[in-house]
């Protein structure tokens, strides 16, 4: 798990020596797509096939899967490690391979959580769950520093590091792990994994295109395209819903949402990954944007040092995780989980009363609130949503949940950053052309860069280059004298010009993860009591009992 969400991440710090190392301008008319799809195709993929993926672990069993996860995982991190193509060739390589490598870690995230639930007895299974989803959750944090450190030195080596711990997780898995969980041989549903692939790729891809710019508007959400691949995507899904209620046996058990204790886990996760899901990105602009930049730092050593500066998150999952599962394992999951969704719409208030010039211990002790919510939430939240379910349906069961949770991730990105967008198109315009016509830029270029979509100066923060060193025509700058080509360059300029729309945008987006927390903590209050669903008994004929709950 933890190898898996550090792949998840590791790429958006090590995003710009990656495309120098391709040969490639992401930034440049056309090639947004490409950068953006090598952000989001795995969260795509994972997304997408979890649910699959743990019901053939239901069927044919959890630990096959799981340790096939771990080949083809590490088929897909050699393949990416040896890119050798450059340009647009070069990109969609690393796109495709970033895809079947998402393969692997469906595979991985579908029947990790059930093998574990399968294997601790009901009294230490929110601890073992609580290691797991700090496993997971830590990764995505650990992985903005190792790209960091990595993608400098060398970026094929991004890739590289998941070999090692990859060939070894394989040779253990097939040699240690054994099945213990209760098998469910059934028919494949293939209408029903046609429809759910179709639709939820339709909708995922809708929201990855709706936030770029489409036809002069600053988003692409009136791109017909855009709108027929969500409005079809649902259609698909209403469908594939449909068709699971008449097939004898269904890949998504719609009738396990009749179970209080899942059906309120699931949501509340689902919310709580709206909230956070962008935060990441939003957190990472704001300080290599912005924050790093006035401090003294490069814009090219931002990138590592904002994977630096946000470790007090993972300190407070690392912290509250597995403390927080095991607490659980005694008074059940609803005051952890409750209370997790609270503190943490507390720090995203604290987060948002900042100044976008703030003071690092502020910023840090926010962080560290934050991880620290998350962490209480996670672990019991996960442990009722597994202890909820019949063992032969935690393959299913636990791919539902992860889909909700992955799926979420993708549509947090776009809320955020169309929240983001929406927040500074405003003022960001006329703010930009009329900083840069004061420092001698001609109004005819400084009005150009002024109607910019305000997602080329988002993107270009977020990979760390010198935004007006990028976007500026080199031939503007070099009409000017060096004493303006040096403070439009510096690093107090264009960070001082934005911070103004940049701090308006924060307020929007900072409230809607509020807002997102608030309404998780209550679905979480709903989930009732401490429940948990029992092993079939059997009786002395060998036939098997209905399950007992309690």
């Keep these: 798990m933890l190898i898996a969400t550090i792949n998840s991440s590791i790429l958006l710090i090590a995003l710009p020596d990656i495309f120098r190392g391709v040969r490639i301008d992401p930034l440049a008319p056309g090639n947004t797509s490409l950068l953006l799809w090598l952000i989001m195709g795995y969260l795509v993929v994972t997304a997408v096939l979890v649910v699959s993926f743990g019901r053939l672990g239901d069927m044919y069993g959890r630990v096959r899967m ?120 059934a028919r494949l549903d293939w209408w ?80 709580a990954s709206l909230g956070r899901g962008g935060l990441q990105f939003i957190l990472i602009i704001w300080l290599q944007g912005i924050w790093l930049p006035r401090h003294g730092y490069s814009f090219e050593s931002t990138p590592l040092w904002a994977g630096i500066y946000m470790l007090p998150v993972t300190v407070g999952f690392l912290v509250a995780g597995p403390l927080s599962g095991w607490l659980s394992d005694r008074f059940g999951a609803r005051p952890f989980a409750t209370g997790g969704m609270a503190i943490a719409a507390v720090s995203f208030l604290w987060l948002l009363l900042l100044p976008v010039n703030f003071a690092y211990w502020q910023f840090a002790l926010a962080l560290l609130l934050n991880g620290l919510g998350m962490g209480l939430f996670a672990s019991p939240n996960r442990a009722g949503i597994m202890n909820a379910l019949p063992p032969h349906r935690r393959g299913v069961g636990a791919g539902i949940s992860t889909t909700f949770q992955n799926s979420a991730m993708v549509l947090s990105i776009g809320i955020f950053f169309s929240l983001m967008i929406t927040g500074i198109a405003r003022d960001l315009p006329s703010t930009l052309t009329n900083g840069l016509v004061a420092q001698g830029v001609p109004a005819s270029s400084a009005g150009a860069l002024g109607a910019l979509p305000p997602v080329a100066v988002l993107f270009a923060s977020l990979l760390g280059y010198n935004p007006l060193g990028t976007l500026l025509d080199p031939s503007v700058l070099h009409q000017l004298p060096q004493s303006r080509v040096d403070v439009l360059t510096g690093r107090e300029f264009f960070p001082d010009l934005i911070s103004g729309p940049f701090a308006t945008g924060l307020t929007v987006a900072f409230g809607f993860a509020i807002a997102a927390c608030l309404v998780a903590g209550v679905a979480s209050w709903l989930r009732g009591g401490k429940y948990v669903a029992e092993e079939p008994v059997r009786d002395g004929s060998g036939t098997e009992a209905p399950s007992a709950a309690r």
Excluded at 121 to 142: C, D, K, M, T, Y
Excluded at 151 to 180: C, M, N, Q, R
Excluded at 193 to 213: E, K, W
Aim: charge should be positive.
């Design 66 to 185: 799981y340790n096939a996860g771990f080949a083809v995982f590490t088929v897909f991190s050699i393949l990416l490690s040896v890119t050798w193509l450059h340009g647009t060739a070069g990109a969609l390589w690393l796109i495709v391979m970033r895809i079947l490598q998402g393969v692997g870690g469906a595979l991985l995230m579908a029947n990790s959580t059930a093998i574990i639930t399968d294997a601790f007895p009901v009294e230490q299974r929110g601890l073992a769950l609580g290691l797991n989803q700090v496993a997971g959750i830590a990764g995505s944090f650990i992985g903005l520093v190792l790209g960091g450190l990595l993608g400098p030195v060398e970026w094929h080596t991004v890739f590289l590091v998941s070999v090692p711990i990859g060939v070894f997780g394989t040779v253990w898995a097939y040699w240690k792990l054994h099945d213990t969980g209760v098998r469910n041989p």
């Design 192 to 271: 029903g994994n046609l429809t759910f692939a179709v639709g939820l790729i339709a909708v995922l891809v809708g929201i990855t295109y709706g936030i770029q710019p489409y036809a002069g508007h600053t988003m692409g959400w009136t791109n017909p395209f855009v709108l027929a691949m969500l409005i079809g995507g649902v259609v698909v899904l209403g469908v594939f819903c449909v068709i699971e209620t008449k097939v004898p046996d269904p890949m998504f058990r719609l009738r396990l949402f009749r179970i209080r204790a899942f059906t309120a886990g699931n949501l509340a996760s689902l919310l």
